[in-house]
C-alpha cells in the first residue's frame, strides 16, 4: 500500500452499525466489532464524501497486512457518501487492522484514514451443536447447585437463593453475556478473562427477589442463552439450553397451574416455524364444590407476554374473558391465536383466577411458562394506491408526475426485503424495484406515470411480498381500475406472436391447444386441439372502457385447419348475455370465414369471448385472426 500523504477526515465505517469496543466491562483492544449480523454474506461499508471529490476517484478498504484491498471502487456519480460491499470470505476471523484509502483521479494524490482495529466474529457461543428435533440448544449445559433436575424447592432451600452452575461451551469469550432465564425473570452475567480461560462451571445467583417473581406452585424450568461483544446469539431458533426444570412448592394454597396445550397436546415451547394448526389451549384442574354454587363460579385466564426488544425486553398483561366453571374439576380455555402468533423470542406465563360470580377472587393458581420461539407472522394488510386503502378506480390523466403506493405492516425493520407486485389480468406483471423495510413501517414504492398509461383500460391488482431470514410473506390485494380512453377499435391480428390481452379460456387451458405457429414466414395463431373436452370458452378479454348505450361489432374470422374428422364450430358471446349462433367452420386455411356480433353496452366493463361448441378433439383443428371490437 502506496504511503498516504494526507489523512482522510473520516475513516469508512459499517453500514449495519458495527458494536463500539471501547467500553466494555473487560477492556478490548479493538475500537469496533462486527458479528454474522454485519458481515455474513457480505459487509457494507461506507466513505463520507471527501473534500473536492471528483468522478474517477478511487476509494478502497485494506484489512490487515495485506497490500491488497478486499473492495475498491470509483466515483461515479458525486455523493454524500459512497458504499463498498466486502465479501464474508475477505473478511478474517478476529483483530484486524482496518484503513480507507482514496487516489485523487488527476493527480494520484493518496488521501487515508486513521488506521482503526476491527474486532470480527462469526462463530455463535456454544456452536451449532443442536438437533433440529429437540427444541434446545445442545451446545448449552446448565445446572442448579445442590439440586438435580426435577427437585423440589421451597421456602427452605431458597431462603438464601440459588446458585446456578454453567458448564464452560464452545466459543466462550470474554464480555460474553449470560442469560439466565428463572421463568419469565432473567439474569445476566458478563464472562471474565478468567471465566473464558478456565475449566470450572460460571456461577450465577439467583436471588430471592427472583425466585419470588417465579411460580410459586408447580414447574419452574430454568436455561440460559448467551449473546457474545458482537451481538452473536448462541444458536440460531434455538438460542435457549435445555429447560431445567424445578418442581416448585413454595406456596402449597395455590391451585395447580394450568397445563399449556397445543393442537391438543402437552406442550413446553412453540416453535412458530413448525407447521401446526395453532390451537392454543389452557387446561385447568379446580376443586369439585358438592354443593354447586348457583350462580356457578367463574375462570379468568391471566397471560403475560414477554419478549425480548432492541432496548430489552417488553411485556404486557392479558386479562381473558371469564369462563363458566361447570363444577367437572377441570376446564379447558382457548387462548387467542394472535397473542402467540405475533411474538418471537419470548414467553407466555398464564395463571388462572377462580372467581365466585360477582368476581371475588377465591383463590388462583400457580403460573405455567411455555417458550415461543420462531419467526412471528407477519400480518401483512393490502398495500394503498396514494395512502388511501381499498378498491380505487383512478384516471391516468390526474398522475402526470406518477404516483405512490404505501406498504405499511407492524414488525417492519430494516432486514425486510419488499417488493411490490403491480399484476395485470393476464398475470403478467410491471417489474418495480424492491426496497428494504424500516424501522417506521412504511415504505413508499414509486410508480412512472408511463408504467399507469400503459394500464390503461385494466384492472390491476397491487399486493407485497416479504422476504425474512426464515421465509416469504405475501399481503392482501388492492383492485385497481385503471380507466382507459373510449374503446373506438381495438383489432389483435395475433400476427405479431403476441395475444394482445386475449386470455385463454378454460377450453384452451391445455397448453398443447393454442400456440402461434410459422407458416410460410408468417406467425398464425393456430388451436392444435387435443382433448374431447374442447368445447367452451376458448378465448376472452375484458374491456373496460365501452360508453353505456353505444352500438359495438365484434368480429372474428377462422379458419379450418385439416379436412379430416370433426369440423370445428364456434360462436361470440358477451358478458351480458348476447351470443351469435353456433357456425360449423367449413371453410379451409388458407381461406377464412367470418362471424359477428352486434350489441349494446350496458355498463363500461365486459367480457368478449370466442366459444367453441365442439367437444371433440379429433379434427377440431383451426386457425384464428383479426378479432376486431370496434364502436358503430
Not at 387446561?283 to 358438592?290: N, S, Y
Not at 430494516?414 to 393476464?426: G, P, Q
Request: proline share 7%.
Amino acid at each position: 500500500m502506496t504511503t498516504p500523504t494526507q489523512l482522510l477526515p473520516t475513516p469508512p465505517y459499517s453500514v449495519y452499525p458495527a458494536i463500539p469496543l471501547t467500553a466494555t466491562p473487560y477492556p478490548e483492544t479493538s475500537d469496533w466489532g462486527l458479528g454474522r449480523r454485519e458481515t455474513d454474506p457480505n459487509a457494507l461499508f461506507t466513505f463520507e464524501n471527501w473534500q473536492a471529490s471528483v468522478q474517477n476517484d478511487s476509494f478502497a478498504i485494506y484489512w490487515g497486512t495485506s497490500p491488497i484491498p478486499v473492495a475498491q471502487d470509483i466515483v461515479k456519480n458525486i455523493a454524500n457518501r459512497y458504499n463498498l460491499t466486502i465479501p464474508g470470505t475477505k473478511i478474517p476471523e478476529g483483530e484486524s487492522q482496518v484503513v480507507g484509502e482514496v487516489t485523487r483521479a488527476a493527480s494520484g494524490q493518496l488521501e487515508a484514514s486513521f488506521p482503526e482495529l476491527y474486532l470480527v466474529k462469526t462463530q455463535r457461543p456454544g456452536g451449532l451443536t443442536f438437533w433440529a428435533s429437540e427444541h434446545y440448544h445442545r451446545g448449552l449445559h446448565l445446572t442448579v447447585d445442590g439440586l438435580p433436575d426435577g427437585s423440589i424447592i421451597n421456602q427452605a432451600n431458597t431462603q438464601v437463593g440459588l446458585w446456578c452452575l454453567i458448564k464452560p461451551y464452545e466459543n466462550i469469550r470474554k464480555n460474553d453475556t449470560i442469560t439466565v432465564a428463572y421463568g419469565a425473570s432473567t439474569i445476566d452475567h458478563i464472562v471474565s478473562p478468567a471465566e473464558a480461560a478456565g475449566t470450572a462451571p460460571i456461577r450465577i445467583f439467583i436471588s430471592p427477589q427472583v425466585i419470588k417473581q417465579g411460580n410459586q406452585f408447580g414447574p419452574v424450568g430454568v436455561a440460559f442463552m448467551v449473546r457474545d461483544v458482537v451481538n452473536n446469539v448462541s444458536g440460531e431458533t434455538y438460542a435457549y439450553s435445555k429447560p431445567y426444570i424445578l418442581e416448585s412448592e413454595l406456596d402449597v394454597t395455590l391451585l395447580r397451574p394450568p397445563a399449556f396445550m397445543l393442537d391438543g397436546a402437552v406442550k413446553s415451547t412453540v416453535d412458530l416455524d413448525q407447521p401446526s394448526a395453532q390451537r392454543y389451549e389452557a387446561q385447568v384442574t379446580l376443586p369439585v364444590d358438592p354443593l354447586a354454587p348457583i350462580p356457578p363460579n367463574q375462570i379468568v385466564l391471566v397471560v403475560t407476554v414477554t419478549q425480548k426488544t432492541q432496548p430489552g425486553t417488553s411485556s404486557r398483561t392479558v386479562r381473558l374473558p371469564a369462563v363458566t366453571d361447570k363444577n367437572q374439576g377441570s376446564e379447558i380455555l382457548t387462548i387467542p391465536t394472535d397473542l402467540i402468533a405475533s411474538m418471537t423470542d419470548g414467553t407466555l406465563r398464564m395463571f388462572v383466577e377462580w372467581q365466585a360470580a360477582d368476581g371475588t377472587l377465591l383463590n388462583r393458581s400457580g403460573s405455567t411458562v411455555v417458550r415461543v420461539v420462531g419467526t412471528a407472522a407477519l400480518v401483512l394488510p393490502a398495500p394503498a394506491f396514494e395512502n388511501k386503502p381499498g378498491p380505487r378506480t383512478i384516471a391516468p390523466e390526474n398522475y402526470p408526475n406518477g404516483a405512490v403506493v404505501a406498504v405499511k405492516y407492524q414488525g417492519m425493520n430494516s432486514t425486510h426485503v419488499i417488493s411490490l407486485n403491480w399484476t395485470f389480468a393476464n398475470g403478467s406483471s410491471a417489474a418495480i424495484p424492491v426496497q428494504t423495510g424500516n424501522a417506521s413501517g412504511t415504505v413508499l414504492f414509486n410508480i412512472s406515470p408511463q408504467l399507469i398509461s400503459q394500464s390503461m383500460g385494466q384492472v390491476v391488482n397491487l399486493s407485497y411480498e416479504v422476504t425474512t431470514s426464515i421465509k416469504t410473506s405475501v399481503s392482501g390485494n388492492q383492485q385497481l381500475k385503471v380507466q382507459g380512453k373510449e374503446l373506438v377499435n381495438d383489432t389483435s391480428t395475433f400476427a405479431d406472436g403476441s395475444y394482445a390481452g386475449w386470455e385463454r379460456g378454460p377450453a384452451g387451458a391445455d397448453p398443447r391447444n393454442l400456440k402461434f405457429v410459422n407458416d410460410n414466414g408468417k406467425l398464425i395463431l393456430f388451436n392444435n386441439t387435443f382433448t374431447n373436452k374442447s368445447a367452451g370458452v376458448l378465448l376472452k378479454k375484458r374491456f373496460t372502457n365501452l360508453r353505456v348505450g353505444t352500438t359495438y361489432v365484434f368480429s372474428v374470422q377462422v379458419s379450418r385447419w385439416s379436412e379430416d374428422f370433426a369440423y370445428p364450430i364456434g360462436f361470440l358471446q358477451t358478458s351480458q348475455g348476447e351470443k351469435t349462433t353456433p357456425l360449423t367452420i367449413t371453410t379451409d386455411y388458407p381461406y377464412f370465414q367470418s362471424m359477428s356480433l352486434s350489441f349494446v353496452a350496458q355498463g363500461t366493463d365486459i367480457d368478449l369471448m370466442y366459444v367453441s361448441a365442439q367437444d371433440s378433439g379429433v379434427g377440431n383443428d383451426y386457425v384464428l385472426r383479426n378479432f376486431v371490437v370496434e364502436r358503430t
